[in-house]
């Protein structure tokens, strides 16, 4: 007898997310059957891991990735283009692992959810931005997000202790833990000297670029409140940030007569990974063991809410719902960049993304094309800003 084996897009394979992917589904050979794979950039990677793991379907930028792939992928290899390729690679597996970067990764959070499936989410900027859509979306029979950011795959396994009803009656509060980032401890003025290589520096994780710029800022975690309130369907005010520099609390769940859930394991990112493809069970290899025979630290403290001005920024785009934060992740993307080409300070990441919010005038957000226009003219307005700057 035979079963057949889930089959999985993984969209963004060549980033930090997407090769860590790669090795759970190197750990779980036979288990699963890796269809479809998509990335902005790196054809030869994409064509490598094509090999390797007999893809059929391949998911390119342009007509020009499409040119260079096909000479170095069999003939039978389909290759698709953009974000319309994107959006059919999502639509067509039982299990859609969406590692894309940035806005780009909408088509495949809406394609997923549109088409009933699984989709095992580390593009949180598309949860973030689309929250009303997605809210919609969800209702596609069959289709289901599970947290691969780690805070948020702790959330989803201490809520198991809940009875689950709407609103979450019997939860008092989420602790969302975050490290703190290499400038946990510097003053406003220290701050003002970071640089580039300061910022790229993580203590405990290691990711792609634009989200450790957001560690850096915090600005990540300001998104993930949002992401958190997106997901689980709970006010932003029952969610708090504790600082937690050993990154081994990914997360806490209060409850209503003072008990608290967490979930424990060393910074490693291929663990909610696997637990998002082996869910309802759990698949048998262990990552990010923690030895409890070596002395073990775990501390926690509140984050300096005056130096880094991102977490208030994101609370108050999640009061203002609607468009909201679709405009503060799509300045904060805009001036990543920037601040990445060498072309801004750091502490205009935040300022930059401050004043794009203080422009913003509300918008309900009803539709995908609303979506857009709101996206494109909250990038406009932060370039023309950026351009201000010396
Ligand atoms: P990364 O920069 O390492 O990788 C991004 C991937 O997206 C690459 O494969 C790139 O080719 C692809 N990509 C970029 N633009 C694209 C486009 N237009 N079309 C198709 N593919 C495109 O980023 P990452 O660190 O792996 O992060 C991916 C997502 O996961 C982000 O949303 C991030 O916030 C989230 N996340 C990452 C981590 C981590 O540990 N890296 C942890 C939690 C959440
Ligand atoms: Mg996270």
């Not at 549109?114 to 949180?124: E, I």
């Amino acid at each position: 007898m035979s079963f057949a084996r889930p089959s999985v897009a993984l969209l963004g394979a060549t980033g930090s997310i997407g090769t860590q992917t790669l090795d759970v589904l190197r750990s779980q050979l036979g288990a699963f059957e890796l269809v479809s794979i998509a990335g902005g950039q790196r054809v030869g990677e994409l064509a490598a891991i094509a090999r390797e793991f007999r893809v059929g379907r391949i998911g390119v930028l342009a007509d020009a990735d499409r040119e260079v792939l096909a000479d170095l992928v069999s003939d039978d290899v389909d290759i698709v283009v953009g974000s319309a390729g994107l959006a059919e690679l999502a639509a067509s597996a039982d299990i859609v692992v969406n590692a894309v970067v940035g806005f780009a990764g909408l088509p495949v959070t809406m394609a997923a959810l549109g088409a009933g499936k699984r989709l095992a989410l580390a593009n949180k900027e598309s949860l973030i931005a689309a929250a009303p859509l997605v809210r919609m979306a969800r209702e596609t029979p069959g289709a289901v997000i599970l947290p691969i950011d780690s805070e948020h795959c702790a959330i989803h396994q201490c809520l198991a202790s809940s009875r689950g009803e709407p609103g979450h009656p019997d939860v008092r509060r989420l602790l969302l833990t975050a490290s703190g980032g290499p400038f946990r401890g510097w003053s406003a003025q220290r701050l003002a000297t970071a640089t580039r290589e300061d910022a790229l520096h993580h203590p405990t994780w290691s990711m792609g670029p634009k989200i450790t710029i957001d560690s850096s800022t915090l600005m990540n975690k300001g998104l993930e409140v949002l992401e958190a309130s997106a997901l689980f369907a709970i006010d932003v005010e029952r969610i708090d940030v504790v600082v937690h520099p050993q990154s081994i609390v990914h997360s806490m769940v209060e409850y209503v007569d003072g008990s608290i859930i967490a979930q424990l394991s060393k910074p490693d990112m291929r663990l909610p990974i696997a637990y998002c493809l082996g869910l309802p069970g759990r698949l048998d290899h262990a990552w990010g063991e923690i030895d409890f025979t070596q002395p073990l630290e775990l501390t926690f403290e509140k984050p300096d809410r005056e130096a880094f001005p991102a977490l208030a920024l994101a609370y108050s785009a999640a009061r203002r719902g609607g468009a909201a934060p679709a405009w503060l992740s799509a300045a904060n993307e805009v001036a990543v960049e920037a601040f990445l080409a060498d072309e801004l300070a750091w502490s205009d990441i935040v300022a930059t993304v401050a004043a794009v919010m203080d422009l913003y005038v509300d918008d309900p957000l009803d539709s995908l094309e609303d979506l857009v226009e709101n996206d494109a003219v909250a990038r406009q307005l932060a370039h023309g800003i950026l351009k201000k700057q010396p």
